[in-house]
């Protein structure tokens, strides 16, 4: 598909393309080691606060329309929060970018890769068509997120947490059928350890649903529909 082989075309140019500082002969200077080790502990500190947050939000009881307590169970919302915070992050790169320099600001997010595309501007891919393809993946994560939310009324955040990681095989899958990447050994043996912890973190949260009289199947269910939304 165009979406595919777009994606794939602006992976491989963010490769090929150096920066403009090799261009000048200035070695492109990255972020150190402490701050690399920041951005993971900050992404770490605020993925956990987002699933606490999301699940709490979800046990909360207020009186409803029909004037008894009911349970927030709006999945839904919870996907509206998660793309109006996305907003404020982009916000905040706008406003980065702006006051960043001039090469910065000329670093394209999305390449042109195709065979003529350095040759005849008239080639490149319109704003509107880029905006389109964007759409693709968007929509998909949109469903996603509410999938996962959907899947959090059912199970706890930490098995929440956990089926999370099935993102990786999915991740793995696409890059083989659309990326034609090509997979080694450790990386079999490394999705295979990921399968194997989801599946036994499945068992083991459904075994233990089951011994204290829950319900397997909401469980079930639940879990399912997290896996899938991984998948997006």
Sequence with gaps: CD????????????????????????????PSGCMISMYILGMLA??????????????LTSVGAEGRPEQFHKPWFATLNMMFAMLLVGIVDKFARSMST????????????????GKNSANRLSYFRKACLVSIPAALDILATAFCAIGMLYIPASVWQMLRGSSIVFAAIFSIVFLRRQMFAYNWLGLALCVGGVGLVGLASVSGDSSVGGDPAGMVFGMTIVVAGGGG
């Design 3 to 30: 979406a595919g082989r777009f994606f794939g075309s602006s992976l491989k140019s963010r490769r090929q393309v150096p920066p403009a500082s090799h261009k000048m002969g200035k070695p492109a200077k990255g």
């Design 46 to 59: 605020t993925g956990t606060l987002n699933t606490l947050c999301t699940k709490i939000q979800f046990t």
């Design 102 to 117: 001039k090469s910065a600001k000329a670093t394209p997010l999305l390449f042109d890769a195709g065979p003529d595309a």
